[in-house]
């Protein structure tokens, strides 16, 4: 019996494909808004996904371009770079695997903070020069 961390399988193999076939039907249609939805909805479900991935079975022929919308967006993403074999089953090829970064439930934007840090600093100067 396996543990399912949300509420379809994250494994891999077969279950990771029939998770991203499903996310692909759950978002149906081939507009920009649809493949970002599937792409996102990949990653925060799948916890990652590749390009060859993407194009498969999220019919994203161009997933570099759509993860570049997303963080246009304000989504943090993270690109890291491995070598997986082909479909051919030929030599690895060098492939991004994109992350999607969680956002903090609650917290501030590091800019946000540092803008009230300085407000905090310069509003204690005024005190003490009054």
Request: proline share 5%.
């Amino acid at each position: 019996m396996t543990e399912k961390v949300t509420g379809r399988d994250r494994g891999d193999g077969a279950t990771r494909k029939s998770l991203l076939q499903q996310i692909h039907a759950d978002f149906p249609g081939n507009g920009c808004d649809a493949q970002r939805a599937r792409l996102q909805a990949a990653m925060r479900e799948a916890g990652w996904v590749t390009t060859t991935e993407a194009r498969l079975y999220l019919e994203i022929m161009n997933p570099a371009q759509r993860i570049c919308e997303l963080r246009d967006q304000g989504e943090q993403i993270d690109t890291a770079w491995t070598a997986e074999p082909s479909e051919a089953g030929r030599a690895p090829h060098r492939m991004a695997r994109y992350v999607l970064i969680p956002k903090q439930a609650g917290g501030i934007d590091p800019e946000v903070a540092g803008l009230l840090v300085l407000a905090a600093v310069a509003g204690l100067l005024l005190v003490g020069v009054a």
